[in-house]
C-alpha cells in the first residue's frame, strides 16, 4: 500500500462486500480492494467465500487487497471467521478494530495475543493494519496515542507473527459525522509525522467525500479510503458503483496532484 513514486496522489481504497461490487471497484480505477460486510459494523467481516472471490478478482487485476477482520472484542468470545479458512486468498492487508477494548487493562496485550493467532492461519504474508478510531470514546476504545505506542513498541520487538504494515484512521459511528467532525486536523497531523518516523503508512477513511478531500492535502495520507463515497446515492449500504468510484477518483488527483488543481482531469479515471 505504497503510493506511486511518481505521484503525489494518494492510493484509493474502495471497501466491497461482493466479487460484483470489486469489479465495478476496479472498473471505476481503485488501487486496493478492501472487503467486509458494511452491515456488521465500521470493519464488518464478510464471509470466508466472499472474500474469497473477492482475493480471486484482485489477484486476476493485479490489485491489492485488504479485509476486515472485525472487532478484536468479537475475537475474544466467538471469531467472527476461521481465518484458516480464508487461508488460501492473497490478501496483503488484514485488521481488527479496537471498539470495547478501552476499558479493559491489559487490552494492548489481548489485541497481540488475537493477531498473532489469526496470523499463524492467515494467507502467508499477510501483514497488519493498526486501526485507530476518530471517534475513540464512542468506540469505547483505546486513545489513539496509545494504540500507536503499543504499534512503535510491537515494532522494536521485532515478532514476525504480529507485524505492522500500517495505520487506519477510520470512524466507529457511521451516522454521527465525518472524519473531520471527529478528529482534530492538529491530532490528524501528530498522527501523520508519527506513522511517517515509524515507517508506516497512513490510510484515511470515515465517510470522505469530495469536500473533505481539500482538508486532507497537507496531511499527504498514504491512502484514502472509501465506501460511502463509492456507492450509489453515498449510501454504504448501497452498492458500489463504478460512475461514483472514477468521480471521486477523479477528484482526488484534482486535489492532490499539483499540475491538475488549475485544470482538473476530465473523463474516466485511469486504472492503476
Aim: proline share 4%; glycine share 6%.
Amino acid at each position: 500500500m505504497e503510493r506511486s513514486p511518481d505521484s503525489s496522489c494518494p492510493q484509493l481504497l474502495v471497501s466491497v462486500r461482493s466479487a460484483a461490487e470489486a469489479r465495478e471497484a476496479l472498473a471505476g480505477g481503485c488501487d486496493i480492494l478492501d472487503v467486509k460486510e458494511p452491515r456488521h459494523g465500521s470493519l464488518g467481516a464478510a464471509s470466508a467465500s466472499v472474500i474469497c472471490d473477492v482475493a480471486d478478482v484482485g489477484s486476476e487485476a493485479g490489485v491489492a487487497v485488504s479485509s476486515a477482520l472485525g472487532e478484536c472484542i468479537d475475537w475474544k468470545q466467538s471469531a467472527p471467521l476461521d481465518p484458516g479458512s480464508v487461508q488460501k486468498a492473497e490478501l496483503r492487508f488484514v485488521k481488527l478494530g479496537l471498539a470495547g477494548m478501552g476499558d479493559r487493562d491489559h487490552w494492548s496485550s489481548e489485541w497481540l495475543d488475537v493477531i498473532v493467532r489469526c496470523s499463524r492461519k492467515l494467507p502467508a504474508g499477510s501483514r497488519h493494519v493498526a486501526v485507530i478510531y476518530a471517534d475513540w470514546q464512542a468506540a469505547r476504545a483505546p486513545h489513539p496515542q496509545a494504540i500507536l505506542d503499543a504499534v512503535s513498541e510491537q515494532l522494536r520487538t521485532e515478532k514476525s507473527d504480529a507485524t505492522f504494515a500500517g495505520v487506519l484512521i477510520d470512524t466507529f459511528e457511521k451516522s454521527s459525522g465525518r472524519l473531520l467532525d471527529a478528529m482534530s486536523l492538529e491530532m490528524l497531523r501528530e498522527i501523520r509525522e508519527q506513522t511517517s518516523q515509524m515507517g508506516q503508512f497512513l490510510a484515511l477513511a470515515g465517510r470522505l467525500n469530495e469536500e473533505s478531500l481539500s482538508k486532507l492535502v497537507d496531511l499527504a495520507p498514504d491512502i484514502v479510503a472509501v465506501r460511502s463515497a463509492a456507492c450509489r446515492g453515498e449510501d454504504r449500504n448501497a452498492s458500489v458503483d463504478r460512475e461514483a468510484v472514477s468521480t471521486f477518483r477523479v477528484a482526488m488527483q484534482s486535489h492532490f496532484e499539483p499540475s491538475l488543481r488549475a485544470a482538473p482531469a476530465s473523463g474516466g479515471a485511469t486504472h492503476v
